[in-house]
């Protein structure tokens, strides 16, 4: 598992990527209300808009760590968003995508350099 800056998380299996936000962002964020993934299909670039969270505080954009084209959304959260606060890291992922450059992965914070970046917070 490999994070960014903005608290989006990255699993990499093969050429296709796992992705979902921090607990800490999750936290930050309260109680999710909505979220909206996205299509199959589509195609993102590193840092544009892959997905839309809500919560009881805000709405925040889920910013793609890495390019590629969208393969899967979690089509479950839109019944059960509160899957994003009860297992973040896990199945309150947003969406998998096929990589398109997978050293954009490498280049990603492992779990010891985020928890350091967390600190600065």
């Known amino acids: 598992m490999r994070f960014t800056k903005d608290h989006e998380w990255v699993v990499l299996e093969g050429d296709v990527a796992t992705i979902g936000i921090t607990a800490y ?3 930050q964020l309260g109680d999710v209300v909505f979220v909206e993934v996205p299509e199959a299909g589509k195609t993102v670039k590193k840092g544009e808009g892959l997905a839309v969270v809500e919560s009881v505080k805000a709405a925040s954009d889920v910013y793609a760590p890495i390019s590629g084209e969208v393969i899967e959304g979690n089509a479950g959260l839109s019944d059960t968003p509160e899957t994003v606060n009860a297992e973040p890291e896990s199945a309150g992922w947003f969406a998998k995508l096929k990589v398109a450059d ?5 280049g990603l914070m492992d779990r010891a350099a985020y928890e350091d970046f967390l600190s600065t917070l």
């Open 25 to 27: 962002a999750a936290e």
């Open 102 to 106: 997978p050293a954009e992965f490498e």
